[in-house]
């Protein structure tokens, strides 16, 4: 019955898909309340949620308690009536998760990007992964509803392709067109949206639906990005400008930004500037074990930098908790802009050693003066998988909500 959401609708059919819409935001949730939210009559209400109910997508969670007389039916979506999978690409990491509908995940694949990641290679494990997943978990291949595909690079919506790849290791990734070749591949939809996006988007429903309308996810790693929701609406960039937050201005006599400013966020925090202030100052004689493990400092990789990080290098704290220090200042303009109750904060660089504490705390510190104004800063629930998890639920939504835009 899900499929059939989508497309034309009968009056009848888009009733169904707004009481499943309702269910699946607001459960557990009795039939007066979704009465009193529809407008239907109770009769209704009852005859069209027992279809839902009979074709496995609703049940009753038991959960509703009595007041004095018979218990109400609380109402909850059946998570495994279909199956998600959710795929982030990045240059650093490709992640495959397989998820219910309730955006658990069940199984996750992943692969290291390197240089045999070229875009054929990279999408063709996605496929093998997809497979793999089903199987291991006794899926068969009609109750995977599609593929949600979450992109950090610049990409060309309508046809499927990135625009830019530069940051990839490997090639073949101009003229792949990643939407076509998973559909042929899979026999299923797929769709595919800005990362950051999806990362607000999946907080949201995870988190947050029923109690907060506005929040605003930020991320930090290869760039800096922010995706908000309000309203409970998220707010999309046409205009390519979803990188926007990485180059606001910190310092006006600052470093140069690869975008050719002076002074951006992107300079002092991103994943690229960190690696680029590290080989700078062993350049100039200080200490760091990754000094030893290259022959050329300048093949010093990210992937090198990160496990540095983990291991708490001294020379690498030092530089990040510089970074965390100017991310801090941005969080701050950030905040004070869209006046938000809520940031998140995911990415690469958020579960590394200092990097949140010291931004959180710079934020914070900076936003004294207004005591009656107080906004949580807090990092992702699934940091390195919450890119994935907005990409199943974009999958989801196609189905029972209105697409992304």
Known sequence: MIRDFVGYQSPKTKSLKLLYSLIRKLGPIKVSSLTEMTGYKHTTCVRLIDEL??????YDSGLGESSGGRRPVMYVINPTAFYLIGVEITNLFTTVLLLDLNLKILETKKLKMDSQSTGEYTIDFVTKSVSELLA?????????LGIGIGILDPFDEEKGVMTNSDSFVAGGWEDLNIVDY???ANQCPVLINNGTNLAALAEYRLNYSKENKNIVFVSSDMGIRCGMIQQGKLISNKNEMDDAFGHMIIDIHGQRCSCGSYGCLQAYSSLPAIR????????RGETSYLKDIVNDLEEISYHQVLEALEKEDPLCL?????????????LTNLIYLVRTDIVICGGTLVPKPLFFDVASEIAQSRMKKY??????IIKSTTAYHIVAQGAGCMVLDYFTEELLS
């Open 276 to 283: 680029e202030e590290v080989v700078k100052r062993i350049k």
């Open 371 to 376: 005591p009656n104004s107080p906004v949580k």
């Open 182 to 184: 998973l559909s042929e």
């Open 53 to 58: 109910v009979q074709a496995g997508l609703v």
């Open 318 to 330: 030092e530089v990040i908790k510089e970074a965390a220090y100017y991310f801090g200042i941005g």
């Open 136 to 144: 291991r978990n006794h899926i068969q291949r009609e109750r995977l």
